[in-house]
């Protein structure tokens, strides 16, 4: 098969091409020129048989480089190694001849033993990677496919070909689970039917490039590739039926024929990125716009390292809102991208090429370390600060050092664990569950808070949960952001937090952008909200700003049952306050501050009975409404002064009277929030 046996020996010295010649005739053929214009016109007629080129670089005439210029030119000549003689360590050249595509080098004065050795070793080196035809399925290896597809294009050049790459999903778990042999079956199966469609189609070139990855070259016509995949896919199914088996199918329409063909590869291959993991799209075609998105994807990629080590990464804060106080706890961590010339890099654009290729498991680290970094200059500030949350991604989930990177990281901070929340994405825990439940066990016992994020944008259930050491529930903001945000969103969402809390559970809603939609988390006992509505993210020092304004607006605001019952009260749509409507004593909500009475809420019977009472006058009406307020305001003074006040009687018009007790509901600073409750006790008297 292997007819090349043939070394040409290019070197201007005739005694040191002699010296070789004897001791390498015995096993080859050798061809000899004196300098590169000689060599290349050797190549010409007989570049088939040459199976290595000896050159020196040194030569009168044209030397070794400007040889190598003409030489690598020829696309013919590419399966021909060059070995180098060099003299004395000269790296310099031998960079350049590397950077050109040398095979080797030897040192001159030849040594001719090392010589032989050096080209065989080259030869059969270069013969594996020529080997025209693939072992598994027969089909044409990835360099005979190359060079047959040039070969095709150069004799056909008024046609329009197209370059199609195809490989299948998820072959690697056909291999894990059903076996090697399976897998080969898969393949041969593709080399068949390929085959069978090469005697339909004309001029339709195909081959095995690696693994699962294969490749097409045929006249580009659209019908003839759907016609390709289309075949490809319902083979494939017939194969077994147990996994359905999709193939992935990028097409370059060659209208560039001056491309290398594996630059023609790279093309077909950016499409067939793009529709992978897609479950209806099978064929992709190539456009400018993903050499672009690739361009941009490979500056993200470059950058990051010096993006780090400059600190271009900044962490901005989102605060999470209590919904029952309507105060904010605490804030998740968010980085933002500041970069020197390109300005701000939206998330979005940089962390899924991050997940992609593993970098995003340092970034992690990067914000966990600042977020530490703030959280001890709080505490350092003599501040009392409530926990931050950083998001921790699938890598560093399953990174055996998970734990003591965190353990590490409070330890040289001197930060408490709870002060730091982990945001772990739902979609990760559904992998390796027993090495997730260990992990977040672990964890757990140093004292860190887990929340599940995006929960709802994967495929967990809550069954899962149960088993799971989860502190918190963060639900994706799909569900208030879906189109019919009265429909079923609505109905998932009560449900989903309803069962929450059966398992005790809080919940977090993030991308919670109007009052509607606060009103209705209210309503369905949702604990907290993230979103737009109440704040966006913010770089630290807003932060800091925003968490001491509301300080100053009042201590914060501790959520014990009372304020819950108020909250619950304000809103009007809430069971509580339904019931408080239909109870058939009168009462009152008071808020109490700097000496003033404000009436917050009634119920009906109050309404009712007390102030719209249909036969009374408006002065009548006055009276009554100041006679109330003077009797309360007494009462609630005594409160604020830490007095007992006990139930009061009062009589409201002649011979209707009533007791009236005051209850304390509410404290926050100088407020204080009442519930006044009248008694009927007319008939008493
Ligand atoms: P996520 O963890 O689900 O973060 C919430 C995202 O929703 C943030 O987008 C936030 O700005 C946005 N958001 C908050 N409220 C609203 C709202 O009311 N409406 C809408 N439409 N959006 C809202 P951001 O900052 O662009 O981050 C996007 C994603 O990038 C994050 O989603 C997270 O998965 C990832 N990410 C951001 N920062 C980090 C980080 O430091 N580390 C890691 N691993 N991932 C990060
Ligand atoms: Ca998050
Ligand atoms: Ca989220």
Sequence with gaps: MYSKNTILLVDDEEVVKQKLKDVIEDAYDVLDASDGQEALEILAVHYDKVAVIVLDLIMPGMDGFQFMDEFYKHQEYDNIPVIVATSNNDWHSEQKCLEAGVWDFVMKPYNPVLLQFRIKNVIDKSRMIMAERDAVTGLYTKFKFYRTVRSILSENREETFAFVRFD???????????????????????????????????????????????????????????????????????????????????????????????????????????????????????????????????????????????????????????????????????????????????????????????????????????????????????????????????????????????????????????????????????????????????????????????????????NVLKDMEVDYLKVDMKFLQDQQFNGRGEKVLTSVIRMAKWLHLPSIVEGVETLEQVDFLKCIGCEYAQGYYYAKPMPVEEYEVFVAREEEMGARCTTDENVMIVNELWNTRSGLSRFFDMLETPIAVYEYRNEKLELLRTNTRYENDIVFDQNVSESEHNRRMYAERELLEEAFAKIMRGDFCGPMEYELTEDIWYRVTVKVIGKRADTIIMMVTFYDISEYR
Excluded at 269 to 294: H, R, T, W
Excluded at 376 to 404: A, C, F, H, M, T
């Design 168 to 462: 299948i999903d998820r072959f690697k778990m056909i291999n894990n689970f059903y076996g090697i042999n399976e897998g080969d079956k898969v393949l041969k199966s593709v080399a068949s039917e390929l085959g069978r469609i090469s005697t339909v189609l004309e001029k339709f070139i195909y081959g095995r490039l690696e693994n699962d990855v294969f490749a097409v070259c045929m006249p580009f016509r659209e019908e003839n590739i759907e016609l390709l995949v289309n075949a490809l896919q319902i083979n494939l199914r017939k194969v077994n039926k147990d996994y359905n088996i999709k193939v992935s199918c990028g097409v370059y329409v060659i209208n560039d024929t001056t491309l290398d063909v594996s630059e023609m590869y790279d093309r077909a291959y950016l499409a067939a990125k793009s529709c992978k993991g897609k479950f209806v799209q099978s064929i992709a075609y190539y456009n400018e716009n993903m050499i672009e998105d690739m361009r941009q994807e490979q500056f993200i990629i470059n950058e990051v390292n010096r993006a780090i080590d400059e600190e271009q990464f900044e962490v901005y804060l989102q605060p999470k809102f209590n919904l029952v106080t309507d105060r904010s706890y605490g804030a998740e961590a968010l980085v933002r991208w500041k970069h020197p010339e390109k300005g701000m890099i939206s998330p979005g654009d940089f962390i899924p090429v991050y997940e992609r290729n593993g970098i995003i498991g340092r970034l992690d680290q990067y914000m966990w370390r600042h977020a530490c970094m703030l959280l001890r200059k709080w505490l350092d500030e003599g501040k009392n600060p409530n926990p931050i949350s950083v998001n921790v991604s699938r890598v560093n989930i399953y990174n055996p050092q998970l734990v003591q990177i965190f353990k590490n990281l409070i330890t040289e901070y001197r930060i408490p664990a709870e002060l730091l929340n982990l945001e772990l994405t739902e979609s990760a825990f559904m992998e390796d569950q027993d090495l997730v439940m260990k992990t977040m066990s672990n964890l757990h016992q140093l004292g860190f808070k887990i929340m599940i994020d995006d929960f709802g944008s994967g495929y967990s259930s809550l």
